[in-house]
């Protein structure tokens, strides 16, 4: 299993932490899912190669994956888990 380290925020359900938490991948698909849609939410998370993955979702069905705070991804939806998975060499 992956060590995940995240932080994120999502106004619409008031979920959020300020530091980063140790976390199962299972929790952050979930968070993925809930941040569909939601301006000002973002999840940044830290894999085991201390990269950097941070996913905004300003409107519904649309993701921004930015690496390392440098490279910009679009991605849908049906994606997003995907990305996340390749992400931590799931």
């Known amino acids: 299993m992956p060590k995940i380290l995240m932080r ?3 106004p ?3 979920y959020g932490s300020n530091n980063y938490q140790l976390v199962s991948l299972n929790y952050l698909l979930y968070e993925a ?3 569909d849609g939601v301006s000002n939410g973002f999840i940044e998370v830290i894999n085991t190669k201390n990269e950097v993955l941070e ?3 300003d409107r519904r069905g649309q993701y921004l994956a930015i690496y ?3 490279v ?3 991605v849908s939806t049906s994606e997003i888990t995907t990305l996340i998975c390749d992400f931590f060499d799931y």
Request: hydrophobic share 30%; glycine share 0%.
């Open 8 to 10: 994120f925020d999502n």
């Open 55 to 57: 996913i905004i979702s």
């Open 33 to 35: 899912v809930e941040l």
């Open 68 to 70: 390392d705070r440098e």
């Open 72 to 74: 910009e991804k679009h």
């Open 12 to 14: 619409k359900n008031s």
